[in-house]
């Protein structure tokens, strides 16, 4: 028998809901999860989990077609989110989620975003690009998205710039920071602040060159493959963890300047997957490392 979508007049109304769960691994947690589901009359339509050796902790992923409400549901959650001490979310399937972005003279990372976002791509919405340089006003004019710029030269100008950052995730309730080419050091406070919520795409593929100008350091030593690191930000640069990487070949008859121009497309792309499964609740952090379930 077929599962016919229940589009009758009189059928309750259905929502899709996202769960993101983490606890201390142990026997009867998929049982009780996936018990919880059926006492919300609802129907697990994507399935992912993973056990972590190293942490001894449990990773799960649900997706849900339930007519319970996010009050009901989260009630039937509730004994097992508080039995099992879960660090959890539920969310609802296909949001887009209040997204920042940083910026400051490199447009492509931003304009792919954007681009990717105006297209329905991309489940992010972006009330606002703060920068330190103005070279961007154009492009987010473009996408008629609004744009401030404010210039980070030294410790007071820093600081005005991220008291302007706190202000505008509180206005607007952002849920994601993405670093597009920011090229500024956030400060450790504001790093604390955004943990777990700030996406920074570093051109490199890391641990390699780290810091600033990673492409020249790698035409300096000849690589043969330079690649392109999307993270969360920590306050220690470019160490936070790993969301996605990728490479692309090269050789010794690019100068630096192709180098980042090869480069570019690869940055994107990262950046682009990375605030693709922050959106969709893909990423849960484990310790330092991130479990990923694409
Ligand atoms: N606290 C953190 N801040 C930032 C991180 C991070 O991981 N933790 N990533 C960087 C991005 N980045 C490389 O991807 C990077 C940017 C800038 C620099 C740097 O040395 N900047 C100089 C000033 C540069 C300028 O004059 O504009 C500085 O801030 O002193 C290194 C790495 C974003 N921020």
Redesign the pocket.
Known sequence: MTHEQNTSPNSPATHHWVLALSCVDQPGIVHAISGAVVESGGNITESQQFSSHDTGRFFMRLQVQSPATRERFEATLQPITERYDMTWKLDVVGRRIRTLLLA?TAEHCVNDLLFRQRGGQLPIEVPLILANHPTLGRTAEFYGVPFESQPVTNPESKAAFENRVRAVIAEHHIELVV?AR?????SPEL?AELNGMAI?I??SFLPGFK??NPYRQAHSRGVKLIGATAHF???D????PIIEQDVVRVDHSLAPAELVALGQDEESRTLRRAVTWFAENRILLDGDRTIIFQ
């Open positions: 400051s670093l920011y090229m500024q050091i956030l790093c920074n570093h051109h810091g600033a930000v920590t306050s640069l470019d160490e936070g």
